[in-house]
Protein backbone atom coordinates (compact mmCIF):
# COMPACT_ATOMS: atom_id res chain seq x y z
CA UNK A 1 0.00 0.00 0.00
CA UNK A 2 1.27 3.21 -0.96
CA UNK A 3 2.36 6.20 1.60
CA UNK A 4 -0.36 8.42 0.45
CA UNK A 5 -2.91 5.91 1.21
CA UNK A 6 -1.58 4.93 4.36
CA UNK A 7 -2.23 9.23 5.09
CA UNK A 8 -6.08 8.74 3.90
CA UNK A 9 -6.90 5.42 5.76
CA UNK A 10 -5.61 6.10 8.91
CA UNK A 11 -4.84 9.49 9.94
CA UNK A 12 -8.60 10.94 8.78
CA UNK A 13 -11.29 11.34 11.39
CA UNK A 14 -14.77 11.08 9.87
CA UNK A 15 -16.91 10.88 12.87
CA UNK A 16 -17.80 8.05 15.15
CA UNK A 17 -15.29 5.87 16.97
CA UNK A 18 -11.70 6.22 16.35
CA UNK A 19 -10.04 2.47 15.73
CA UNK A 20 -6.09 2.08 16.24
CA UNK A 21 -3.60 -0.48 17.34
CA UNK A 22 -2.97 -1.24 20.46
CA UNK A 23 0.70 -1.11 20.06
CA UNK A 24 2.09 2.72 20.18
CA UNK A 25 3.87 4.65 22.60
CA UNK A 26 3.24 8.57 22.94
CA UNK A 27 5.69 10.97 21.33
CA UNK A 28 7.00 12.96 23.34
CA UNK A 29 8.90 16.03 23.39
CA UNK A 30 6.88 17.69 20.84
CA UNK A 31 7.60 21.02 20.18
CA UNK A 32 7.93 23.69 17.03
CA UNK A 33 10.68 25.23 15.79
CA UNK A 34 9.12 28.45 16.35
CA UNK A 35 7.18 28.75 19.23
CA UNK A 36 5.32 31.87 19.41
CA UNK A 37 1.09 31.58 19.81
CA UNK A 38 0.11 32.92 16.84
CA UNK A 39 -1.98 30.77 13.97
CA UNK A 40 -3.57 31.08 10.98
CA UNK A 41 -7.16 29.95 10.50
CA UNK A 42 -8.28 29.38 6.29
CA UNK A 43 -11.53 29.97 5.20
CA UNK A 44 -12.08 28.31 1.57
CA UNK A 45 -14.73 29.20 -0.32
CA UNK A 46 -15.25 26.64 -2.60
CA UNK A 47 -16.68 27.13 -6.23
CA UNK A 48 -15.42 30.59 -7.43
CA UNK A 49 -16.82 33.35 -5.28
CA UNK A 50 -17.99 36.41 -6.97
CA UNK A 51 -15.84 38.99 -5.56
CA UNK A 52 -17.70 41.83 -7.49
CA UNK A 53 -20.80 40.88 -5.53
CA UNK A 54 -18.75 40.44 -2.15
CA UNK A 55 -16.91 43.79 -1.85
CA UNK A 56 -18.79 45.72 -4.48
CA UNK A 57 -16.80 48.64 -7.15
CA UNK A 58 -20.95 50.17 -6.72
CA UNK A 59 -19.07 54.05 -7.97
CA UNK A 60 -17.88 52.25 -10.86
CA UNK A 61 -20.63 53.45 -13.76
CA UNK A 62 -19.39 49.88 -15.33
CA UNK A 63 -20.82 48.03 -12.59
CA UNK A 64 -24.15 48.15 -13.39
CA UNK A 65 -23.95 48.53 -17.48
CA UNK A 66 -21.89 44.94 -17.06
CA UNK A 67 -24.02 43.54 -14.95
CA UNK A 68 -27.69 44.62 -15.15
CA UNK A 69 -29.77 41.56 -14.07
CA UNK A 70 -26.81 40.95 -10.55
CA UNK A 71 -25.87 43.93 -9.83
CA UNK A 72 -26.47 45.36 -6.39
CA UNK A 73 -27.95 48.92 -6.19
CA UNK A 74 -25.55 51.84 -5.05
CA UNK A 75 -28.23 52.50 -1.74
CA UNK A 76 -27.95 48.88 -0.95
CA UNK A 77 -23.97 48.54 -0.30
CA UNK A 78 -22.52 49.14 3.14
CA UNK A 79 -19.75 50.48 4.81
CA UNK A 80 -18.96 52.95 1.71
CA UNK A 81 -15.32 53.81 1.49
CA UNK A 82 -13.65 54.97 -1.46
CA UNK A 83 -15.46 53.71 -4.23
CA UNK A 84 -16.39 50.31 -2.79
CA UNK A 85 -18.62 48.92 -0.20
CA UNK A 86 -19.91 45.47 1.09
CA UNK A 87 -22.64 43.24 0.35
CA UNK A 88 -25.70 44.24 2.42
CA UNK A 89 -25.63 40.74 4.09
CA UNK A 90 -22.17 41.10 5.17
CA UNK A 91 -23.01 43.32 8.30
CA UNK A 92 -21.07 41.41 10.76
CA UNK A 93 -17.50 41.68 8.41
CA UNK A 94 -18.13 45.24 7.92
CA UNK A 95 -18.72 45.77 11.88
CA UNK A 96 -15.24 44.41 12.09
CA UNK A 97 -13.66 46.30 8.98
CA UNK A 98 -15.15 49.55 11.29
CA UNK A 99 -13.31 48.22 14.28
CA UNK A 100 -10.08 48.54 12.19
CA UNK A 101 -9.68 44.40 12.52
CA UNK A 102 -10.21 43.46 8.59
CA UNK A 103 -8.22 44.45 5.66
CA UNK A 104 -9.01 43.25 2.27
CA UNK A 105 -6.48 43.00 -0.11
CA UNK A 106 -8.05 43.57 -3.92
CA UNK A 107 -7.70 41.96 -7.02
CA UNK A 108 -6.07 38.22 -5.53
CA UNK A 109 -5.16 35.90 -8.39
CA UNK A 110 -2.03 34.63 -10.70
CA UNK A 111 -0.70 34.42 -14.16
CA UNK A 112 -1.81 32.04 -16.66
CA UNK A 113 -5.44 31.86 -14.85
CA UNK A 114 -6.92 28.15 -14.86
CA UNK A 115 -11.11 28.16 -14.71
CA UNK A 116 -11.08 24.29 -13.38
CA UNK A 117 -12.34 23.99 -10.16
CA UNK A 118 -10.60 21.11 -9.20
CA UNK A 119 -7.06 22.63 -11.13
CA UNK A 120 -7.43 25.95 -9.73
CA UNK A 121 -7.81 24.82 -5.66
CA UNK A 122 -4.82 22.45 -6.47
CA UNK A 123 -3.00 25.66 -7.25
CA UNK A 124 -3.99 27.50 -4.54
CA UNK A 125 -3.18 24.93 -1.89
CA UNK A 126 0.39 23.93 -3.16
CA UNK A 127 1.22 27.63 -4.28
CA UNK A 128 2.23 26.39 -7.94
CA UNK A 129 2.51 27.44 -11.08
CA UNK A 130 -0.05 27.24 -13.29
CA UNK A 131 1.87 24.81 -15.48
CA UNK A 132 3.67 23.11 -12.44
CA UNK A 133 2.29 19.98 -10.10
CA UNK A 134 3.32 19.42 -6.70
CA UNK A 135 2.06 16.29 -4.10
CA UNK A 136 2.44 18.45 -1.29
CA UNK A 137 0.41 21.68 -0.08
CA UNK A 138 2.18 24.96 0.58
CA UNK A 139 0.47 24.72 4.54
CA UNK A 140 2.07 21.00 4.57
CA UNK A 141 5.88 22.54 3.29
CA UNK A 142 5.97 24.56 5.85
CA UNK A 143 4.59 22.92 8.86
CA UNK A 144 7.54 19.96 7.86
CA UNK A 145 10.13 22.57 9.10
CA UNK A 146 8.25 24.34 11.79
CA UNK A 147 7.84 20.88 13.63
CA UNK A 148 10.82 19.58 15.26
CA UNK A 149 9.23 15.92 15.03
CA UNK A 150 6.03 14.94 13.45
CA UNK A 151 3.28 17.03 15.76
CA UNK A 152 -0.17 15.22 14.64
CA UNK A 153 -2.39 18.68 15.73
CA UNK A 154 -0.06 21.13 13.98
CA UNK A 155 -2.77 21.52 11.37
CA UNK A 156 -6.73 20.91 12.58
CA UNK A 157 -8.82 20.24 8.47
CA UNK A 158 -12.46 20.49 9.77
CA UNK A 159 -13.59 19.03 6.62
CA UNK A 160 -15.37 15.55 5.34
CA UNK A 161 -11.81 15.08 3.24
CA UNK A 162 -8.03 16.14 3.30
CA UNK A 163 -7.40 18.50 2.21
CA UNK A 164 -4.11 18.96 0.22
CA UNK A 165 -2.91 22.45 1.44
CA UNK A 166 -2.06 20.51 4.62
CA UNK A 167 -0.22 17.38 3.41
CA UNK A 168 3.27 17.18 3.48
CA UNK A 169 6.13 14.30 3.91
CA UNK A 170 4.78 14.05 7.88
CA UNK A 171 1.54 13.61 9.39
CA UNK A 172 1.43 16.79 10.85
CA UNK A 173 -2.32 17.50 10.25
CA UNK A 174 -5.86 15.82 11.46
CA UNK A 175 -9.02 15.63 9.26
CA UNK A 176 -12.29 15.83 11.63
CA UNK A 177 -15.42 16.02 10.25
CA UNK A 178 -17.67 16.33 13.46
CA UNK A 179 -15.53 17.03 16.77
CA UNK A 180 -19.36 16.18 18.46
CA UNK A 181 -18.76 12.46 17.48
CA UNK A 182 -15.03 12.46 18.14
CA UNK A 183 -14.01 9.96 20.62
CA UNK A 184 -10.54 8.05 21.04
CA UNK A 185 -10.40 4.57 21.32
CA UNK A 186 -9.34 3.26 25.09
CA UNK A 187 -5.57 1.52 24.46
CA UNK A 188 -3.37 0.24 26.45
CA UNK A 189 0.48 2.40 25.40
CA UNK A 190 2.98 -0.46 24.44
CA UNK A 191 6.71 0.25 23.23
CA UNK A 192 6.98 0.79 19.29
CA UNK A 193 9.27 -1.63 17.75
CA UNK A 194 10.62 -1.41 13.91
CA UNK A 195 9.08 -3.78 12.16
CA UNK A 196 11.99 -3.49 9.45
CA UNK A 197 8.92 -3.25 7.02
CA UNK A 198 9.39 0.66 6.43
CA UNK A 199 5.30 1.10 4.90
CA UNK A 200 4.05 -1.18 8.17
CA UNK A 201 6.18 1.12 10.26
CA UNK A 202 4.50 4.11 8.62
CA UNK A 203 0.97 3.28 8.68
CA UNK A 204 1.99 2.98 12.81
CA UNK A 205 3.45 6.04 12.67
CA UNK A 206 -0.06 7.66 11.35
CA UNK A 207 -1.98 5.35 13.13
CA UNK A 208 -0.24 6.34 16.67
CA UNK A 209 -0.01 10.00 15.75
CA UNK A 210 -3.91 10.20 15.40
CA UNK A 211 -4.65 8.58 18.43
CA UNK A 212 -2.25 10.89 20.06
CA UNK A 213 -4.00 14.05 18.68
CA UNK A 214 -7.34 12.45 19.63
CA UNK A 215 -6.26 13.08 22.84
CA UNK A 216 -4.80 16.73 23.09
CA UNK A 217 -7.94 17.40 21.04
CA UNK A 218 -10.02 16.07 24.11
CA UNK A 219 -8.12 17.60 26.07
CA UNK A 220 -8.34 21.40 24.77
CA UNK A 221 -11.95 21.26 24.85
CA UNK A 222 -11.71 19.78 28.44
CA UNK A 223 -9.75 23.28 28.87
CA UNK A 224 -12.60 26.16 27.14
CA UNK A 225 -16.37 26.14 26.36
CA UNK A 226 -18.13 27.99 24.15
CA UNK A 227 -19.20 31.87 26.03
CA UNK A 228 -21.50 33.32 23.25
CA UNK A 229 -23.92 32.40 21.20
CA UNK A 230 -23.14 31.19 17.47
CA UNK A 231 -25.87 30.50 14.42
CA UNK A 232 -27.16 27.59 13.53
CA UNK A 233 -25.41 26.74 10.42
CA UNK A 234 -22.61 24.08 9.69
CA UNK A 235 -19.78 26.73 9.10
CA UNK A 236 -20.50 28.42 12.45
CA UNK A 237 -20.63 24.91 14.01
CA UNK A 238 -16.74 24.44 12.42
CA UNK A 239 -16.04 27.98 13.61
CA UNK A 240 -16.90 27.31 16.82
CA UNK A 241 -15.53 24.31 17.30
CA UNK A 242 -11.69 26.46 16.37
CA UNK A 243 -12.36 28.63 19.09
CA UNK A 244 -12.87 25.89 21.72
CA UNK A 245 -9.30 24.82 20.61
CA UNK A 246 -7.69 28.13 20.72
CA UNK A 247 -8.95 28.85 23.99
CA UNK A 248 -8.27 25.03 24.85
CA UNK A 249 -4.57 25.87 24.02
CA UNK A 250 -4.15 23.32 21.48
CA UNK A 251 -1.40 25.02 19.96
CA UNK A 252 -2.34 24.24 16.31
CA UNK A 253 -0.19 26.36 14.11
CA UNK A 254 -3.04 25.94 11.08
CA UNK A 255 -6.83 25.85 11.50
CA UNK A 256 -8.17 25.07 7.76
CA UNK A 257 -12.42 25.07 6.78
CA UNK A 258 -14.74 25.41 3.91
CA UNK A 259 -17.88 26.26 3.02
CA UNK A 260 -19.54 25.35 -0.13
CA UNK A 261 -21.74 26.56 -2.85
CA UNK A 262 -20.05 29.39 -4.85
CA UNK A 263 -20.39 28.29 -8.34
CA UNK A 264 -23.59 30.40 -8.75
CA UNK A 265 -24.08 30.27 -12.85
CA UNK A 266 -27.76 30.89 -12.47
CA UNK A 267 -29.73 32.65 -9.46
CA UNK A 268 -26.80 34.12 -8.16
CA UNK A 269 -28.51 36.93 -6.43
CA UNK A 270 -30.93 34.35 -3.79
CA UNK A 271 -28.22 31.68 -3.54
CA UNK A 272 -25.01 34.28 -3.16
CA UNK A 273 -27.02 36.20 -0.40
CA UNK A 274 -27.72 32.96 1.45
CA UNK A 275 -24.06 31.66 1.30
CA UNK A 276 -22.39 35.36 2.02
CA UNK A 277 -25.20 35.46 5.15
CA UNK A 278 -24.05 32.32 6.64
CA UNK A 279 -19.90 33.13 5.89
CA UNK A 280 -20.62 36.36 7.79
CA UNK A 281 -22.41 34.89 10.70
CA UNK A 282 -20.09 32.41 11.36
CA UNK A 283 -17.52 34.61 10.96
CA UNK A 284 -18.53 37.62 13.21
CA UNK A 285 -19.55 34.96 15.81
CA UNK A 286 -15.83 33.70 15.70
CA UNK A 287 -14.30 36.91 15.56
CA UNK A 288 -16.55 38.23 18.34
CA UNK A 289 -15.41 35.14 20.47
CA UNK A 290 -11.86 35.36 19.75
CA UNK A 291 -11.75 39.26 20.66
CA UNK A 292 -14.03 38.84 23.99
CA UNK A 293 -11.20 35.71 24.93
CA UNK A 294 -8.07 38.27 24.00
CA UNK A 295 -7.26 36.08 21.71
CA UNK A 296 -7.78 37.85 18.27
CA UNK A 297 -4.39 39.29 18.30
CA UNK A 298 -2.84 35.87 17.85
CA UNK A 299 -5.36 34.94 15.33
CA UNK A 300 -5.21 35.30 11.78
CA UNK A 301 -8.23 34.69 9.38
CA UNK A 302 -8.16 34.73 5.53
CA UNK A 303 -11.12 34.37 3.26
CA UNK A 304 -10.35 33.24 -0.20
CA UNK A 305 -12.00 31.34 -3.27
CA UNK A 306 -9.94 29.24 -6.09
CA UNK A 307 -11.02 32.24 -8.52
CA UNK A 308 -13.95 35.29 -8.88
CA UNK A 309 -16.38 35.23 -11.71
CA UNK A 310 -16.19 37.14 -15.31
CA UNK A 311 -17.24 40.55 -15.00
CA UNK A 312 -20.38 40.59 -17.28
CA UNK A 313 -22.99 38.42 -15.70
CA UNK A 314 -24.82 35.52 -17.83
CA UNK A 315 -28.49 36.41 -17.09
CA UNK A 316 -29.06 35.25 -13.88
CA UNK A 317 -25.08 34.54 -12.24
CA UNK A 318 -22.02 34.35 -13.52
CA UNK A 319 -19.68 32.14 -15.06
CA UNK A 320 -15.93 31.23 -13.59
CA UNK A 321 -13.55 34.09 -13.90
CA UNK A 322 -10.09 34.91 -12.21
CA UNK A 323 -8.88 37.65 -9.84
CA UNK A 324 -11.21 38.26 -6.61
CA UNK A 325 -10.48 39.73 -3.17
CA UNK A 326 -9.08 38.16 -0.42
CA UNK A 327 -10.18 38.84 3.27
CA UNK A 328 -8.20 39.45 6.10
CA UNK A 329 -9.31 39.39 10.04
CA UNK A 330 -7.13 39.90 13.27
CA UNK A 331 -3.73 38.77 13.39
CA UNK A 332 -3.19 42.61 13.95
CA UNK A 333 -3.35 43.50 10.73
CA UNK A 334 -3.83 47.10 9.79
CA UNK A 335 -7.47 47.24 8.79
CA UNK A 336 -6.03 48.90 5.10
CA UNK A 337 -7.95 48.24 1.99
CA UNK A 338 -4.91 47.34 -0.06
CA UNK A 339 -4.70 47.64 -3.81
CA UNK A 340 -6.51 49.65 -6.46
CA UNK A 341 -10.49 49.38 -7.39
CA UNK A 342 -11.13 46.45 -9.72
CA UNK A 343 -10.49 47.88 -13.32
CA UNK A 344 -13.87 47.00 -15.48
CA UNK A 345 -12.67 49.09 -18.31
CA UNK A 346 -9.28 47.01 -19.10
CA UNK A 347 -10.70 43.29 -19.06
CA UNK A 348 -8.40 39.87 -20.18
CA UNK A 349 -11.16 38.46 -22.68
CA UNK A 350 -13.94 40.13 -20.23
CA UNK A 351 -11.97 38.63 -16.74
CA UNK A 352 -10.25 40.82 -14.47
CA UNK A 353 -6.54 41.28 -14.22
CA UNK A 354 -4.45 40.10 -10.92
CA UNK A 355 -2.96 42.50 -9.57
CA UNK A 356 -1.60 40.55 -6.18
CA UNK A 357 -0.19 37.39 -6.40
CA UNK A 358 -2.14 35.14 -4.23
CA UNK A 359 1.42 33.62 -3.20
CA UNK A 360 2.83 37.07 -2.22
CA UNK A 361 -0.22 36.75 0.48
CA UNK A 362 1.13 33.39 1.84
CA UNK A 363 4.27 34.40 2.22
CA UNK A 364 3.78 37.74 4.14
CA UNK A 365 1.55 35.47 6.48
CA UNK A 366 4.26 33.51 6.89
CA UNK A 367 7.10 36.12 7.46
CA UNK A 368 4.77 38.56 9.56
CA UNK A 369 3.00 36.09 11.96
CA UNK A 370 4.83 32.26 11.72
CA UNK A 371 8.58 34.31 11.86
CA UNK A 372 9.02 32.05 8.76
CA UNK A 373 11.06 32.03 5.97
CA UNK A 374 9.00 31.68 2.93
CA UNK A 375 11.57 31.07 0.31
CA UNK A 376 12.44 27.39 2.73
CA UNK A 377 9.19 26.27 0.87
CA UNK A 378 9.64 27.72 -2.43
CA UNK A 379 8.16 30.94 -2.11
CA UNK A 380 9.75 33.42 -3.96
CA UNK A 381 7.30 37.00 -3.97
CA UNK A 382 6.99 40.25 -2.74
CA UNK A 383 5.82 41.06 0.45
CA UNK A 384 2.14 42.81 0.71
CA UNK A 385 3.35 45.97 2.26
CA UNK A 386 0.52 47.13 4.89
CA UNK A 387 -1.14 44.72 5.56
CA UNK A 388 0.40 43.86 9.39
Known amino acids: MKRRQ ?18 LYA ?3 QSFVNSGSDCMIFIQLNGGNDGLNTFIPYDDPLYKILRPHIGISKD ?10 FHPVLKGISDIQQNGDLSVIQNVGYPEPN ?10 QTASASNQYLSHGWLGRY ?3 QCNDHMPTAGINLDNIDNLSLKGEEPNFITVRNLKQFKMRDNEQEVMKLSGNPQLDFARKISYSVNEGAEEIQNALKNSKTEISYPKSQLASKMEWIARLIKGHLNSKVYYTSLNGFDTHNNQLGVHQNKLKELDEAVFAFYKD ?15 SEFGRRVKDNGSGTDHGTAAPMIVIGGQNKGQIIGENPDLKNLDNGDLIYKTDFRSVYATLLHDKMRFNPKDIGLKNDFIKGLF
Open 290 to 304: LKESKLLDQATIVIF
Open 27 to 29: LKN
Open 6 to 23: FLSLSATFTGGTLIVPNF
Open 115 to 124: RSHFRSQEIW
Open 143 to 145: LDL
Open 76 to 85: KVINKNKGMG
